[in-house]
C-alpha cells in the first residue's frame, strides 16, 4: 500500500553547487532526496521591481537580481542519517559553505 512521506528540509542556500553535491552525495548513499529553487517574495510598491511583462509567459522574466533559494529534502525517517553524511563530507571539506 502506497504510505505517504513527510518531508524535511534540511539545507536552503543561495550556494547552487553546494546543494547539487550534497544532493549527489545522498542520492549515491541510497536517501530520496527532492531539489527545487525559488525566490523570495518581493515587498510590495513601486519598488518591488514587478513586471505584468513577467508573467505572461511569452518571453523569459527579465532578472534583475539574482535571489534564488535552493532547498533540499529529505524523507523525515532519513532525516538523522542525512545530516550525519552532510556532516562527514563537511568535514572532510569536500563541499562548498551551505549558509545563506
Not at 513527510?6 to 548513499?29: E, G, Q, Y
Request: charged share 35%; glycine share 6%.
Amino acid at each position: 500500500m502506497f504510505k505517504l512521506k513527510r518531508w524535511i528540509t534540511i539545507i536552503d542556500s543561495r550556494n547552487k553547487d553546494a546543494v547539487d553535491s550534497a544532493d549527489v552525495c545522498l542520492k549515491n548513499a541510497g536517501l530520496r532526496t527532492k531539489t527545487w529553487a525559488s525566490e523570495p517574495m518581493p515587498v510590495g510598491g513601486c519598488g518591488a521591481q514587478m513586471r505584468p511583462a513577467d508573467w505572461s509567459g511569452k518571453k523569459p522574466p527579465v532578472r534583475l537580481r539574482n535571489d534564488m533559494l535552493y532547498h533540499l529534502a529529505v524523507t523525515a525517517d532519513d532525516e538523522d542519517r542525512a545530516r550525519k553524511l552532510l556532516e562527514a563530507l563537511n568535514e572532510k571539506g569536500d563541499r562548498h559553505d551551505l549558509s545563506l
